[in-house]
Protein backbone atom coordinates (compact mmCIF):
# COMPACT_ATOMS: atom_id res chain seq x y z
CA UNK A 1 0.00 0.00 0.00
CA UNK A 2 2.92 2.35 0.80
CA UNK A 3 4.60 1.79 -2.02
CA UNK A 4 7.82 0.54 0.43
CA UNK A 5 7.90 4.39 1.99
CA UNK A 6 7.43 4.07 5.85
CA UNK A 7 4.48 7.07 5.94
CA UNK A 8 1.92 7.32 2.87
CA UNK A 9 2.60 11.12 3.39
CA UNK A 10 6.10 10.37 1.98
CA UNK A 11 5.14 8.02 -0.79
CA UNK A 12 2.14 10.66 -1.57
CA UNK A 13 4.69 13.58 -1.91
CA UNK A 14 6.78 11.00 -3.91
CA UNK A 15 3.45 10.59 -6.30
CA UNK A 16 3.64 14.28 -7.18
CA UNK A 17 5.36 13.75 -10.88
CA UNK A 18 2.66 11.17 -11.58
CA UNK A 19 -0.20 13.24 -10.31
CA UNK A 20 1.34 16.62 -12.01
CA UNK A 21 1.41 13.95 -15.48
CA UNK A 22 -1.70 12.63 -14.60
CA UNK A 23 -4.08 16.08 -14.15
CA UNK A 24 -2.18 17.74 -16.90
CA UNK A 25 -2.51 14.98 -19.59
CA UNK A 26 -4.41 15.57 -22.29
CA UNK A 27 -5.22 19.04 -21.41
CA UNK A 28 -2.62 20.78 -22.81
CA UNK A 29 -1.05 21.95 -26.21
CA UNK A 30 1.55 24.09 -27.54
CA UNK A 31 -0.25 25.70 -29.40
CA UNK A 32 -3.93 27.26 -29.89
CA UNK A 33 -6.01 26.25 -27.93
CA UNK A 34 -3.46 25.73 -25.08
CA UNK A 35 -5.45 24.41 -22.59
CA UNK A 36 -8.52 22.07 -23.22
CA UNK A 37 -11.02 21.34 -20.58
CA UNK A 38 -13.89 19.23 -22.59
CA UNK A 39 -15.42 18.49 -19.46
CA UNK A 40 -16.84 21.56 -18.50
CA UNK A 41 -19.82 23.18 -19.71
CA UNK A 42 -19.60 26.20 -19.67
CA UNK A 43 -19.05 27.64 -22.69
CA UNK A 44 -17.05 30.90 -24.22
CA UNK A 45 -20.25 33.14 -23.90
CA UNK A 46 -21.21 32.07 -20.07
CA UNK A 47 -17.02 32.79 -19.15
CA UNK A 48 -17.37 36.36 -21.40
CA UNK A 49 -20.21 37.31 -18.80
CA UNK A 50 -18.65 36.45 -15.36
CA UNK A 51 -17.91 39.56 -13.58
CA UNK A 52 -16.02 38.45 -10.49
CA UNK A 53 -14.94 34.72 -9.02
CA UNK A 54 -15.00 33.82 -5.44
CA UNK A 55 -13.11 30.86 -4.41
CA UNK A 56 -13.93 29.15 -1.48
CA UNK A 57 -12.66 25.86 0.68
CA UNK A 58 -11.22 24.96 3.82
CA UNK A 59 -8.07 24.16 5.11
CA UNK A 60 -5.16 23.04 2.62
CA UNK A 61 -7.14 23.60 -0.08
CA UNK A 62 -8.04 27.17 0.78
CA UNK A 63 -4.38 28.01 0.28
CA UNK A 64 -4.45 26.65 -3.54
CA UNK A 65 -7.43 28.70 -3.90
CA UNK A 66 -5.00 31.60 -2.55
CA UNK A 67 -2.79 30.64 -5.46
CA UNK A 68 -5.70 30.41 -7.78
CA UNK A 69 -6.98 33.88 -7.23
CA UNK A 70 -3.32 35.22 -8.24
CA UNK A 71 -3.17 33.71 -11.38
CA UNK A 72 -6.89 34.27 -12.43
CA UNK A 73 -6.35 37.98 -11.54
CA UNK A 74 -3.58 38.49 -13.31
CA UNK A 75 -3.91 36.47 -16.39
CA UNK A 76 -8.00 36.70 -16.79
CA UNK A 77 -8.34 40.05 -15.41
CA UNK A 78 -11.27 39.27 -13.17
CA UNK A 79 -11.83 39.95 -9.58
CA UNK A 80 -11.11 37.17 -7.12
CA UNK A 81 -11.70 36.47 -3.75
CA UNK A 82 -10.34 33.54 -1.88
CA UNK A 83 -12.10 32.87 1.27
CA UNK A 84 -12.43 29.78 3.84
CA UNK A 85 -15.58 28.45 3.46
CA UNK A 86 -16.87 28.46 7.27
CA UNK A 87 -16.37 32.11 6.86
CA UNK A 88 -17.62 33.03 3.46
CA UNK A 89 -21.24 31.49 4.10
CA UNK A 90 -22.23 33.38 7.32
CA UNK A 91 -21.50 36.63 6.15
CA UNK A 92 -23.85 37.50 3.19
CA UNK A 93 -21.12 37.46 0.26
CA UNK A 94 -22.01 39.41 -2.54
CA UNK A 95 -22.59 36.94 -4.95
CA UNK A 96 -24.87 37.72 -8.15
CA UNK A 97 -25.61 35.41 -11.15
CA UNK A 98 -22.82 37.09 -13.07
CA UNK A 99 -19.99 35.73 -9.65
CA UNK A 100 -18.61 32.18 -10.36
CA UNK A 101 -17.83 30.34 -7.28
CA UNK A 102 -15.15 27.93 -7.27
CA UNK A 103 -15.15 25.64 -4.59
CA UNK A 104 -12.11 23.55 -4.01
CA UNK A 105 -12.22 20.27 -2.00
CA UNK A 106 -9.99 17.48 -2.30
CA UNK A 107 -12.66 14.98 -0.82
CA UNK A 108 -15.90 17.01 -2.06
CA UNK A 109 -17.64 16.11 1.53
CA UNK A 110 -16.04 18.72 3.27
CA UNK A 111 -19.81 20.30 5.42
CA UNK A 112 -18.27 23.71 4.98
CA UNK A 113 -17.10 23.76 1.32
CA UNK A 114 -20.99 21.99 0.70
CA UNK A 115 -22.60 24.72 2.94
CA UNK A 116 -20.75 27.55 0.25
CA UNK A 117 -21.85 25.75 -2.27
CA UNK A 118 -25.44 25.27 -1.51
CA UNK A 119 -25.14 29.00 -0.52
CA UNK A 120 -23.83 30.49 -3.72
CA UNK A 121 -26.25 28.28 -5.70
CA UNK A 122 -29.22 29.57 -3.83
CA UNK A 123 -28.34 33.17 -5.23
CA UNK A 124 -28.16 31.90 -8.25
CA UNK A 125 -24.03 31.97 -9.69
CA UNK A 126 -22.97 29.17 -11.54
CA UNK A 127 -20.64 27.15 -9.23
CA UNK A 128 -17.43 25.04 -10.52
CA UNK A 129 -16.28 22.45 -8.38
CA UNK A 130 -12.51 21.55 -7.88
CA UNK A 131 -12.21 18.08 -6.48
CA UNK A 132 -9.95 14.70 -6.37
CA UNK A 133 -13.03 12.53 -6.08
CA UNK A 134 -15.51 11.33 -8.74
CA UNK A 135 -18.86 10.80 -7.15
CA UNK A 136 -18.36 13.24 -4.44
CA UNK A 137 -21.23 15.50 -3.50
CA UNK A 138 -19.08 18.39 -4.34
CA UNK A 139 -18.92 17.34 -8.05
CA UNK A 140 -22.72 15.68 -8.03
CA UNK A 141 -23.98 19.35 -6.82
CA UNK A 142 -21.61 21.74 -9.04
CA UNK A 143 -22.63 22.84 -12.52
CA UNK A 144 -18.88 22.04 -13.49
CA UNK A 145 -16.24 20.32 -12.22
CA UNK A 146 -12.80 19.70 -12.96
CA UNK A 147 -10.92 16.98 -11.09
CA UNK A 148 -7.60 16.64 -9.79
CA UNK A 149 -6.24 13.26 -10.97
CA UNK A 150 -3.88 12.47 -7.91
CA UNK A 151 -5.42 9.18 -6.75
CA UNK A 152 -6.58 8.16 -3.37
CA UNK A 153 -4.95 10.49 -0.85
CA UNK A 154 -4.80 8.62 2.55
CA UNK A 155 -2.23 11.06 4.55
CA UNK A 156 -4.33 13.39 6.85
CA UNK A 157 -2.07 15.91 5.83
CA UNK A 158 -2.81 16.77 1.95
CA UNK A 159 0.19 17.22 -0.53
CA UNK A 160 -0.21 15.91 -3.86
CA UNK A 161 -4.24 16.93 -3.70
CA UNK A 162 -2.40 20.71 -3.24
CA UNK A 163 -0.28 20.42 -5.82
CA UNK A 164 -3.01 19.47 -8.53
CA UNK A 165 -5.10 21.91 -7.64
CA UNK A 166 -2.85 24.27 -8.28
CA UNK A 167 -2.34 23.18 -11.46
CA UNK A 168 -6.30 22.94 -11.77
CA UNK A 169 -6.28 26.38 -11.40
CA UNK A 170 -3.24 27.07 -13.78
CA UNK A 171 -5.16 25.93 -16.92
CA UNK A 172 -8.54 27.19 -15.72
CA UNK A 173 -7.15 30.56 -15.47
CA UNK A 174 -5.55 29.96 -18.70
CA UNK A 175 -8.68 28.66 -20.28
CA UNK A 176 -10.38 32.08 -18.76
CA UNK A 177 -7.76 33.94 -20.12
CA UNK A 178 -7.32 33.03 -23.83
CA UNK A 179 -11.64 33.12 -24.28
CA UNK A 180 -11.31 36.75 -22.43
CA UNK A 181 -8.52 37.59 -24.59
CA UNK A 182 -6.66 38.97 -21.63
CA UNK A 183 -3.60 37.21 -22.50
CA UNK A 184 -1.48 37.47 -25.61
CA UNK A 185 -0.22 34.30 -27.07
CA UNK A 186 2.96 35.26 -26.41
CA UNK A 187 2.77 35.00 -22.73
CA UNK A 188 0.52 31.70 -22.72
CA UNK A 189 3.56 29.85 -24.77
CA UNK A 190 5.98 30.14 -21.91
CA UNK A 191 3.46 29.08 -19.18
CA UNK A 192 2.47 25.80 -20.49
CA UNK A 193 5.59 24.74 -21.61
CA UNK A 194 6.79 26.00 -17.49
CA UNK A 195 3.62 23.27 -16.62
CA UNK A 196 4.69 20.32 -19.33
CA UNK A 197 8.23 20.79 -17.38
CA UNK A 198 7.01 20.22 -13.69
CA UNK A 199 7.03 16.63 -13.73
CA UNK A 200 10.56 15.99 -14.39
CA UNK A 201 11.21 19.15 -12.29
CA UNK A 202 9.43 17.90 -9.36
CA UNK A 203 11.07 14.65 -9.72
CA UNK A 204 14.92 16.60 -9.15
CA UNK A 205 13.64 18.29 -6.35
CA UNK A 206 13.15 14.97 -4.41
CA UNK A 207 16.42 13.45 -5.59
CA UNK A 208 17.36 15.94 -3.26
CA UNK A 209 15.01 15.16 -0.33
CA UNK A 210 18.14 14.70 2.11
CA UNK A 211 18.96 18.44 1.87
CA UNK A 212 15.69 19.00 3.41
CA UNK A 213 15.67 16.09 5.90
CA UNK A 214 19.29 17.42 7.48
CA UNK A 215 17.83 20.72 7.95
CA UNK A 216 14.40 19.92 9.34
CA UNK A 217 16.51 17.67 11.62
CA UNK A 218 18.24 20.99 12.87
CA UNK A 219 14.96 22.58 13.17
CA UNK A 220 12.75 19.82 15.05
CA UNK A 221 14.27 20.41 18.60
CA UNK A 222 12.42 24.06 18.20
CA UNK A 223 9.45 25.47 19.20
CA UNK A 224 8.87 28.18 16.52
CA UNK A 225 9.92 29.08 13.21
CA UNK A 226 8.83 31.87 10.75
CA UNK A 227 8.23 31.34 7.06
CA UNK A 228 8.26 34.41 4.55
CA UNK A 229 7.32 35.67 1.01
CA UNK A 230 5.76 37.46 -0.92
CA UNK A 231 3.11 37.51 -3.75
CA UNK A 232 2.53 33.78 -4.48
CA UNK A 233 5.84 33.11 -2.37
CA UNK A 234 3.41 34.19 0.54
CA UNK A 235 0.68 32.06 -0.58
CA UNK A 236 3.06 28.68 -0.82
CA UNK A 237 4.11 29.41 2.85
CA UNK A 238 1.13 29.50 4.34
CA UNK A 239 0.46 26.05 3.21
CA UNK A 240 4.31 24.86 4.49
CA UNK A 241 3.14 26.61 7.60
CA UNK A 242 -0.13 24.84 8.43
CA UNK A 243 1.79 21.53 7.12
CA UNK A 244 4.20 22.20 9.65
CA UNK A 245 2.12 22.88 12.59
CA UNK A 246 -0.52 20.25 11.51
CA UNK A 247 2.05 17.25 11.78
CA UNK A 248 5.50 18.66 13.73
CA UNK A 249 3.00 20.53 16.32
CA UNK A 250 6.13 22.97 15.69
CA UNK A 251 4.76 26.32 16.04
CA UNK A 252 5.15 28.52 13.32
CA UNK A 253 3.59 31.49 11.75
CA UNK A 254 3.36 32.41 7.72
CA UNK A 255 4.41 36.66 7.02
CA UNK A 256 3.76 38.72 4.03
CA UNK A 257 7.49 39.34 4.27
CA UNK A 258 6.96 43.16 3.86
CA UNK A 259 4.80 42.93 6.88
CA UNK A 260 6.92 41.36 9.06
CA UNK A 261 8.08 44.98 10.31
CA UNK A 262 4.50 46.65 10.63
CA UNK A 263 3.85 42.52 13.14
CA UNK A 264 5.48 40.44 14.94
CA UNK A 265 9.34 41.51 13.78
CA UNK A 266 9.86 41.47 17.81
CA UNK A 267 9.78 37.43 18.05
CA UNK A 268 12.62 37.29 15.71
CA UNK A 269 15.23 36.38 18.10
CA UNK A 270 18.88 35.30 18.18
CA UNK A 271 18.59 31.83 16.09
CA UNK A 272 15.18 31.95 15.41
CA UNK A 273 14.40 29.21 12.12
CA UNK A 274 13.25 31.25 9.02
CA UNK A 275 12.09 29.79 6.42
CA UNK A 276 12.13 32.90 3.08
CA UNK A 277 10.67 32.09 -0.38
CA UNK A 278 12.36 34.75 -3.00
CA UNK A 279 11.60 32.89 -5.76
CA UNK A 280 9.56 36.07 -7.71
CA UNK A 281 11.81 38.09 -9.73
CA UNK A 282 9.91 41.46 -9.60
CA UNK A 283 9.84 41.03 -5.74
CA UNK A 284 13.62 39.72 -5.37
CA UNK A 285 14.78 43.33 -4.11
CA UNK A 286 12.24 43.68 -1.14
CA UNK A 287 12.32 40.09 -0.19
CA UNK A 288 16.00 40.11 0.55
CA UNK A 289 16.01 43.77 2.15
CA UNK A 290 13.31 41.32 4.44
CA UNK A 291 15.42 39.08 5.05
CA UNK A 292 18.01 41.44 6.02
CA UNK A 293 15.61 42.54 8.79
CA UNK A 294 15.48 39.30 10.01
CA UNK A 295 19.12 38.41 9.81
CA UNK A 296 20.25 41.81 11.79
CA UNK A 297 17.68 40.05 14.85
CA UNK A 298 19.98 36.88 14.81
CA UNK A 299 17.84 34.93 12.56
CA UNK A 300 19.34 31.52 10.93
CA UNK A 301 17.53 31.74 7.45
CA UNK A 302 17.14 28.87 4.56
CA UNK A 303 16.24 30.09 1.69
CA UNK A 304 14.19 28.84 -1.29
CA UNK A 305 15.31 30.11 -4.83
CA UNK A 306 14.87 29.39 -8.16
CA UNK A 307 17.79 29.96 -11.03
CA UNK A 308 16.46 33.28 -11.95
CA UNK A 309 16.54 34.75 -8.03
CA UNK A 310 20.02 32.22 -7.18
CA UNK A 311 21.34 35.62 -5.80
CA UNK A 312 20.01 35.04 -2.44
CA UNK A 313 23.06 32.65 -1.81
CA UNK A 314 24.76 36.05 -0.67
CA UNK A 315 22.39 36.67 1.71
CA UNK A 316 21.15 33.85 3.68
CA UNK A 317 22.76 31.23 6.03
CA UNK A 318 21.74 28.01 3.36
CA UNK A 319 20.08 27.87 0.16
CA UNK A 320 18.18 25.62 -1.81
CA UNK A 321 17.27 26.01 -5.10
CA UNK A 322 14.61 24.68 -7.47
CA UNK A 323 14.28 24.49 -11.01
CA UNK A 324 13.90 27.63 -13.17
CA UNK A 325 9.95 28.28 -13.98
CA UNK A 326 7.59 30.39 -14.40
CA UNK A 327 7.30 33.03 -11.77
CA UNK A 328 3.33 32.18 -11.32
CA UNK A 329 4.52 28.41 -11.65
CA UNK A 330 6.77 28.33 -8.97
CA UNK A 331 4.81 27.24 -6.02
CA UNK A 332 3.79 24.04 -7.95
CA UNK A 333 7.69 23.10 -7.04
CA UNK A 334 8.49 25.32 -4.23
CA UNK A 335 5.68 23.30 -1.94
CA UNK A 336 7.74 20.27 -2.18
CA UNK A 337 10.31 21.28 0.17
CA UNK A 338 7.93 22.48 2.34
CA UNK A 339 5.58 19.35 2.54
CA UNK A 340 9.23 17.17 3.02
CA UNK A 341 10.47 20.14 6.15
CA UNK A 342 7.25 19.21 7.54
CA UNK A 343 7.43 15.48 6.86
CA UNK A 344 10.83 15.25 8.23
CA UNK A 345 10.08 17.04 11.29
CA UNK A 346 7.26 14.98 12.45
CA UNK A 347 9.45 11.89 11.92
CA UNK A 348 12.45 13.54 13.95
CA UNK A 349 9.87 14.48 16.92
CA UNK A 350 8.86 10.27 16.70
CA UNK A 351 5.35 11.76 15.94
CA UNK A 352 2.76 9.56 13.97
CA UNK A 353 2.65 11.70 10.50
CA UNK A 354 -0.20 10.01 9.12
CA UNK A 355 -2.05 10.33 12.11
CA UNK A 356 -2.28 13.60 13.42
CA UNK A 357 -3.33 14.72 16.86
CA UNK A 358 -6.79 16.79 16.37
CA UNK A 359 -6.73 16.49 12.83
CA UNK A 360 -9.21 14.33 10.41
CA UNK A 361 -8.87 13.82 6.72
CA UNK A 362 -12.37 14.69 6.04
CA UNK A 363 -14.68 17.08 8.06
CA UNK A 364 -18.74 16.53 7.41
CA UNK A 365 -19.60 18.41 10.33
CA UNK A 366 -19.75 22.02 10.41
C1 LIG B 1 -9.46 19.38 6.95
C2 LIG B 1 -8.30 18.47 6.66
O1 LIG B 1 -10.30 18.89 7.89
O2 LIG B 1 -10.14 19.62 5.72
C3 LIG B 1 -7.36 19.27 5.78
O3 LIG B 1 -7.66 18.08 7.83
C4 LIG B 1 -8.06 19.64 4.49
O4 LIG B 1 -6.19 18.52 5.48
C5 LIG B 1 -9.39 20.35 4.77
O5 LIG B 1 -7.25 20.49 3.74
C6 LIG B 1 -10.24 20.46 3.51
O6 LIG B 1 -10.52 19.16 3.02
P1 LIG B 1 -11.09 18.93 1.58
O7 LIG B 1 -11.35 17.47 1.44
O8 LIG B 1 -12.35 19.76 1.49
O9 LIG B 1 -10.06 19.44 0.63
Redesign the pocket.
Known amino acids: EKAGYDHFMLKEIHDQPQAYRDTLSGRLFKGYPWVYLPELKLTPEQIKQFRNIHIV???????AGLVGKTAIERWARLPVEAEVASEYRYRSPLITPETLVIV???????AD?LAALREAKRHGARVLAV??VVGST?AREADDVLFTWAGPEIS???TK??STQLLAFYAFAIHLARIRGTLPDEEIGPIVHALTKLPEQVESILQRKDEIKSYAEEIASREHLFFIGRGVDYAVVQEGSLKLK?ISYIHSEAYAAGELKHGTLALIEEGTPVVALATQPDLYEKTVSNIREVMARGAGVLGIATEETAGLAGSVDRLLLIPSTHPMIAPALTVIPLQLLAYYASVARGYDVDKPRN?????TVE
Open positions: ACGTAYHVSQSGETTTNAVASAYELAKSV
